[in-house]
């Protein structure tokens, strides 16, 4: 795939405003079915991320919802909302992967009562989703993951550094420090792979 003319800036820009736009703060923890549809591709997307075998995304994503959908009334900061659900990505990530190096049988995932149907974009977006994703994921993947996390949140995902900081359990500091070697490595990477592209 060419990659002449894309930006390290541009690629995340692309995907999230197409996905999912930042959601507006609110006094109250919006409906489970509005969460299901705002953040379905985001929560797949994360789930990617950490490591998930593809065969495993959908069934590791539903069980993200159960626990969205057991816990989002009693969330106690609905305007952090995205940070949150990325936390319960993050863990039911972990535990999936933990579960499948000590070789345990993965627990019995159960149906989300009336699961609500996640939107579906036409052929044209999810081609164009779709290239951006895999050079995306791929770029991301040559960064070591303390630099990775913090990148993909404040770059992906929008978040601002101390969100992410928070979210990470990190000290301010080291993540405006791991942000900063992120962006190079990135723009590196993105480098060597335009050079490639246009030497082939």
């Known amino acids: 795939m060419t990659t002449a003319g894309r930006s390290s800036e541009a690629i995340p820009l692309r995907i999230l405003n197409r996905v999912n736009p930042p959601p507006a703060d609110n006094a109250a923890a919006p409906s489970f079915e509005a969460v299901y549809r705002q953040y379905f591709d985001l929560v797949w997307w994360w789930t990617r991320r950490f490591g998930v075998p593809a065969d495993a995304i959908d069934d590791v994503v539903q069980e993200v919802f159960i626990v969205i959908h057991a816990k989002l009334e009693a969330l106690e900061r609905p305007d952090a909302l995205r940070s949150w659900i990325y936390g319960v990505v993050r863990r039911v990530s972990s535990n999936y992967r933990r579960a499948q190096r000590t070789q345990r049988p993965a627990a019995q995932i159960t149906e989300l009562p009336e699961e609500p149907v996640a939107p579906q974009p036409t052929p044209f977006e ?10 995306l994921a791929s770029l991301l993947a040559e960064l070591d993951e303390p630099k990775r996390e913090v990148f993909a949140l404040v770059e992906v995902d929008e978040m601002t550094v101390p969100e ?3 979210v990470l359990e990190i000290p301010l500091n080291t993540a405006y420090s791991r942000l900063r070697a ?3 490595a990135f723009e ?3 480098a060597r792979r335009e050079e490639h592209s246009i030497g082939a």
């Open 182 to 184: 992120a962006r190079q």
């Open 188 to 190: 590196a990477a993105l």
């Open 126 to 135: 999810q081609l164009k989703t779709n290239a951006d994703l895999e050079l």
């Open 164 to 166: 992410a900081a928070e």
